[in-house]
């Protein structure tokens, strides 16, 4: 499917005797070996029977209750894309009926991953045969894909990306190694089932589009093309969502339904959103907020496929903050360094590579702007450098509107490759002629970085003091220490040696001591407020409202929280914090809620102002206890 029909003069990107790295036999070679590689660090190497948790577990469970009849549950479909797990009990039903029942396990669908994995390492190659000039290019590219940290790791996972990206890859190949019909309508088949398996790959299209544009230019025979592509792609992206509006019974009428509630969360950053509806309870966290419950928790009764109340609450929280979509544009950052699902430390080499690649994808995006200044150097090269760059743009864009992770650019690591080594090869033989040109790009990405540090800087909200802290060592009581914050919000800290405030760098608790806060709310308004006070601690921990005990915790968990309800008439309360912290990890922070007749409830860190709470210092700092 990756080979075009050419003359001889064109074999292998026109070169002439161009050697070993660029035949057939080395892509075959190459594949081969980043099989045995990736099945043995999967099989062999890594405890894969424990990776069977959360996003995979579910897939896993659900794969197993469509295949023993549970076809119209509401968890097949009510918001993970379910096309992936249908695909396997399926093929595991066609198991079955051949008498093998044996095959239905786990193992079964990791290895048929890592067999469209190695397919694809066969194709990242033959599209390397055209994009590069020269051996050790191909053969890093190719050798980076095949055998580096993604391609072990994320094997090892039941995730539906690991079917995808391969497909993904394959498509690719299809379109730029066989340009005539047969590549078309075979690149929107691959495509069309990399979608369907991954619905986040969707947007891609435009991708696939822009080479078409680049390659035939605008006019007939690309509007041809293009209409053809879209068409295949279209038609079976549709047959599939009439399964998955057959199995919802009509709620879901696409591939998945999950758009709307990524959207909310992207302009809310709640920690947690939690469904509870007709007997079912279902929760989602995505992995940029793992770490922050003290981002809240939303409540919610209604479904999450009925996306159009998602997408409602997110556009009108939007409304209200609209600084929120200049914030999100952070989400870029997420796609190189956050926290990432899955992350599993017992991974062999996860502690080492995954910080080194997390790197080597930023070293390998900084310098892709190059692209302006090396464009007419690609001569024939340009469409495949318009996908690759379209492809980095829209995973940019989506992840700016519906959230990013690390996970959603490892999805398209080998764009990375292919564009950063082509660069390499294009400037070291020019060096000479290359030099300023980047001195020249350094300096503006240097103004670039400037700028950026400047408006967050700018953007970042200050706190004015409202907390008076209290810290008394607990190895020496007679040498407390006071200071002022602007709000109780000490993040949990994994490395487990310090207790650092979230604005003030000077704020940090290293050795065992007793916490005492202290702030004087003010309830303003006329009528009675309803409040929610939600604290997070991973010490033993009580807060009083004008001396009455409203939460005692001695078993705490920073993650778990707990909280207390309050009804306020007007008026000024105060409010004192005890906690005792121990150096290990863990994190301290209080919020409250209140319905304020917006969109989504008010939730602030206590200390900081709203529309019915005022915070001040207190006259005099009440001693702890």
């Known amino acids: 499917m990756f080979e075009q029909a050419v003359t001889p003069a064109n074999v292998d990107g026109g070169r002439k005797n161009p050697g070993w790295a660029f035949s057939r036999r080395c892509g075959i070679a190459l594949a081969l070996l980043s099989l045995l590689a990736v099945a043995s660090y999967v099989f062999w190497l890594a405890p894969y029977q424990e990776f069977l948790f959360s996003d995979m577990k579910h897939c896993w469970t659900q794969a197993m209750k469509r295949l023993d009849g549970k076809v119209f549950d509401d968890s097949q479909f009510v918001a993970w894309p379910p096309l992936y797990h249908i695909f396997l009990a399926e093929l595991f039903r066609v198991f079955r009926w ?47 894909y095949g055998f580096g940290f993604p391609a072990l790791y994320f094997n090892a996972f039941l995730l539906a990306e690991n079917l995808g990206s391969p497909l993904l890859v394959m498509a690719v190949a299809c ?32 991708a696939f589009v822009a080479f078409l544009l680049s390659r035939e230019h605008l ?31 009509g709620r879901v009428n696409a591939l998945s339904a999950n758009g709307g509630l990524d959207f909310f969360i992207a302009n809310t950053d709640y920690h947690r959103v939690d469904l509870n509806y007709d007997g079912w309870h279902f929760f989602v966290i995505v992995p940029a907020q793992s770490w922050k419950p003290e981002s809240g928790v939303f409540y919610t009764s209604t479904p999450f496929y ?69 464009w007419r150097d690609l001569g024939e090269r340009k469409p495949l450098a318009t996908l690759g760059l379209s492809m980095l743009g829209i995973t940019m864009l989506v992840s700016v509107i519906f959230t990013g992770e690390p996970r959603y650019a490892y999805a398209i690591i080998f764009v990375f490759y292919l564009l950063s080594i082509k660069l390499a090869e294009l400037i070291l033989p020019q060096w ?18 400037g ?22 060592p607990l190895n020496d009581e007679s040498q407390p220490s ?24 000077n704020l940090r ?40 005990e409203m939460i005692v915790d001695e078993t705490p968990n920073y993650f778990n929280g707990t909280e207390a309800q309050l009804e306020l008439p007007p008026g000024f309360y105060d409010v004192e914090i005890d906690a005792y912290f121990w150096p290990g990890e863990g994190g301290l922070a209080v919020n409250y809620v209140y319905e304020g007749g917006q969109a989504l409830p008010v939730r602030r860190a206590l200390g900081v102002d709203s529309e019915r709470l005022r915070f001040h210092l207190p006259a005099t700092v009440s001693p702890a206890p």
Not at 230 to 237: E, P, T
Not at 437 to 449: D, K, N, P, V
Not at 531 to 546: D, E
Request: proline share 5%; glycine share 8%.
């Open 509 to 548: 608790i290293k050795s065992p001591s007793h916490i005492h806060l202290f702030t004087r709310m003010e309830v303003t308004g006329k009528e009675p407020l309803g409040l929610i006070l939600r604290a997070y601690s991973s010490w033993s921990f009580s807060l009083k409202v004008s001396g009455q």
């Open 306 to 374: 009925e996306q159009g109340y998602y997408f409602d609450l997110g556009w009108r929280a939007l409304q209200e903050n609209p600084m929120r979509a200049v914030r999100n544009l952070g989400e870029i950052g997420n796609l190189f360094f956050a926290d990432m699902l899955p992350s599993r430390y017992d991974a062999p080499g996860f502690k080492l590579l995954r910080p080194l690649w997390d790197w080597l994808k930023l070293l390998m995006s900084l310098p892709l702007g190059l692209y302006a200044l090396a």
């Open 219 to 249: 006019g007939r025979r690309f509007l041809l093309r293009a209409a053809v592509f879209s068409g295949v792609f279209f038609v079976l992206i549709s047959l599939a969502s009439l399964e998955v509006s057959r199995i919802s019974q």
């Open 432 to 449: 000479h002629l290359w030099w300023r040109r980047l001195l020249f790009y350094c300096a503006i990405l240097a103004t670039l970085a």
């Open 98 to 144: 051949l008498g093998l029942e044996s095959l239905v396990r786990l193992e079964t669908a990791l290895a048929l991953n890592i067999l469209a994995f190695s397919a694809s390492v066969y194709a990242l190659q033959r599209v390397a045969v055209r994009w590069f000039e020269r051996s050790w290019a191909l053969l890093l590219t190719v050798l980076l």
């Open 482 to 505: 006071q200071t002022n914050t602007g709000r109780v919000l000490f993040p949990f800290n994994r490395a487990g040696t310090t207790l650092a405030h979230a604005d003030d760098a």
């Open 175 to 206: 379109i730029v190694c066989r340009p005539g019909w047969r590549g078309i309508v075979g690149a929107a088949l691959l495509f069309a089932a990399a979608t369907i398996v991954r619905p986040a790959m969707g947007p891609f299209g435009l």
């Open 451 to 472: 700028a950026t540090a400047g408006v967050i800087a700018t953007m970042r909200p200050t706190y004015p003091d409202s907390i008076a802290v209290n810290l008394i």
